[in-house]
């Protein structure tokens, strides 16, 4: 496989992840935004295992199995499990609605391009171009956790922007030290079940996962 094919993969994939990204920030069902959450995760392991490819750098393959693991098995998973335990079934509302979202994540797509352009103008790595992708997954993700209401769904979109974050290390220097890397797995892993050990005592408390209905609670106390 030449260059130019390896860029036109890494190119496709890394739109995925930024189509995926944009889905979770429309989507008003819990479990149609882990699903999306998911497939991001296999676009992100697919990606690093191809840079690994070009770039001859084994540890990325290893990099690419734990982003399988964790994002795309382990923790819809535990996020599927988690939902179910607290019987979260109706929509999701948002601060902002679907068409401005929409605005402001497009509007971020294109600050990150502005942004990243010289980057990519200095840059000689064949990730260069997706730099730009992953600077605006990750903002997008800051996004849905500022425009959702619940809990669980701000969670997602920490975890989003982690992946667009892992994303933009690959892109701008292949991937962190193994090391960095599998502690960044454990801490994400174990952030997951702390979360949802603190959604279960909030929900227990509160009867409800709203953020805006807890401060109402609390400014009424």
Known sequence: MDIQTTAQIINFLAAMVLLTAFGMLVQRRIYGLIHLFAWQGLFLSVSTAIVGYAAGRHHLYISSVLTLALKVILLPYIL???????????EIETVVNVPLTMLIGIALVIFSYSLT???????????????AIALATVMIGLLMMITRRHAVTQIIGFLAMENG???????ATYGMPLVVELGVAIDVLIAAFIFG????????????????????????E
């Not at 200095?122 to 997706?130: D, N």
């Not at 959604?199 to 709203?210: A, E, P, Q, R």
Request: aromatic residues 10%; hydrophobic residues 50%.
């Open 80 to 90: 599927n499990a988690l939902i179910h335990k607290l019987k979260i079934r109706k």
């Open 117 to 131: 352009a010289p980057v990519r103008e200095m840059s000689t790595l064949v990730t260069r171009s997706i730099l």
């Open 165 to 171: 974050l892992f994303f933009a290390a690959t892109s």
């Open 197 to 220: 050990i603190f959604f279960f005592h909030i929900n227990t408390t509160f009867d409800s996962l709203d953020v805006e209905q807890m401060a109402r609670l609390k400014e009424g």
